[in-house]
């Protein structure tokens, strides 16, 4: 590998998204975020997730579902609990469940939320419920 390559590979590997915000998804370099104590986007100082952290595992679609859908109504219930705390977790987990969902955009919506929107889409239903109350922020 020459010097010219090598430079390029290290420029490359400096524009790499190292970390993804771990309420709202968003990824950055380590550039991106040196020196700062909260999300650039938005705001949370939570923990954010190392990309390296990132894994494949073999699960089903409806164990997977199960899982969201507990997730999601947990935290629903805490954020109903809590409201007076700045981050809802109900953010974090539909975070989550969009990245896996695109994974598989074919499959049947991960989230109560995305099913029960789905539905009103595809049966044409009008209800004076704006999505943000549904999810509950
Ligand atoms: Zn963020």
Same mark, same amino acid.
């Given at each position: 590998?020459?010097?010219?390559?090598?430079?390029?590979? @290290?420029?490359?590997?400096?524009?790499?998204?190292?970390?993804?915000?771990?309420? =709202?998804?968003? $990824?950055?370099? +380590?550039? *991106?975020?040196?020196?700062?104590?909260?999300?650039?986007?938005?705001?949370?100082?939570?923990?954010?997730?190392?990309?390296?952290?990132?894994?494949?595992?073999?699960?089903?679609?409806?164990? @997977?579902?199960?899982?969201?859908?507990?997730?999601?109504?947990?935290?629903?219930? =805490?954020?109903? $609990?809590?409201? +007076?705390? *700045?981050?809802?977790?109900?953010?974090?987990?539909?975070?989550?469940?969009?990245?896996?969902?695109?994974?598989?955009?074919?499959?049947?919506?991960?989230?109560?939320?995305?099913?029960?929107?789905?539905?009103?889409?595809?049966?044409?239903?009008?209800?004076?419920?704006?999505?943000?109350?549904?999810?509950?922020?």
């Amino acid at each position: 590998m020459g010097v010219l390559t090598s430079h390029f590979n @290290l420029k490359a590997m400096k524009n790499e998204k190292t970390v993804r915000c771990s309420l =709202c998804g968003k $990824e950055f370099t +380590d550039e *991106e975020i040196e020196g700062v104590m909260k999300c650039p986007n938005c705001g949370t100082k939570s923990l954010p997730c190392a990309i390296s952290d990132d894994v494949e595992i073999k699960i089903n679609w409806h164990e @997977l579902r199960i899982l969201v859908i507990w997730a999601e109504n947990w935290a629903r219930k =805490c954020d109903a $609990e809590e409201s +007076d705390r *700045e981050e809802k977790m109900m953010l974090s987990i539909m975070t989550i469940a969009e990245r896996l969902q695109r994974q598989f955009p074919e499959k049947t919506k991960l989230t109560l939320f995305g099913e029960v929107r789905e539905l009103r889409k595809e049966y044409n239903i009008e209800t004076n419920i704006d999505d943000d109350k549904l999810l509950g922020l």
